[in-house]
């Protein structure tokens, strides 16, 4: 495995948790595909234009943290990476976890999102 590249594609996925980042409708562009697309926790769909539409308006979110993450190439130029994620509420109680999975893309010279899934892990949300 490519360690570099692991921590490369953690932190890029990483600054999607964070609201300053989230709110950046620049850097979403730039870590976004623009064939993006999403199936949420939820089981809704989204697109890159819908995430840019709905992120910067979502308001606090509290922390997220991620946790056992596993890179898996699936082409010289597309990496799945694979992990768990919790949110933890500004009063510090643990909410959603979830099992993600991202698909990045390697094209015009940097990594770019091409389509993330999360699905709930079932009995653990404290929420």
């Known amino acids: 495995m490519d360690q570099a ?3 490369e594609l953690i932190g890029l996925e990483v600054e999607l948790h964070h609201g300053s980042v989230r709110q950046n409708v620049g850097r979403l562009e730039w870590l976004l595909h623009d064939e993006f697309q999403e199936i ?12 840019l539409e709905r992120l910067p308006n979502e308001g606090a979110i509290g922390e997220i943290k991620s946790s056992q ?3 898996k ?3 010289t130029d597309v990496a799945l990476l694979t992990y768990q994620s919790v949110r933890v509420g500004e009063n510090g109680r643990v909410g959603r976890q979830t099992a993600r999975s991202s698909t990045w893309k390697y094209e015009d010279g940097r990594w770019q999102m091409i389509f993330h899934q999360g699905t709930a892990l079932c009995g653990i949300d404290s929420e």
């Open 40 to 51: 949420g926790r939820s089981g809704n769909r989204y697109t890159k234009a819908d995430i």
């Open 73 to 75: 190439m699936i082409a």
């Open 5 to 7: 590249l692991l921590e």
């Open 69 to 71: 993450f596993a890179l």
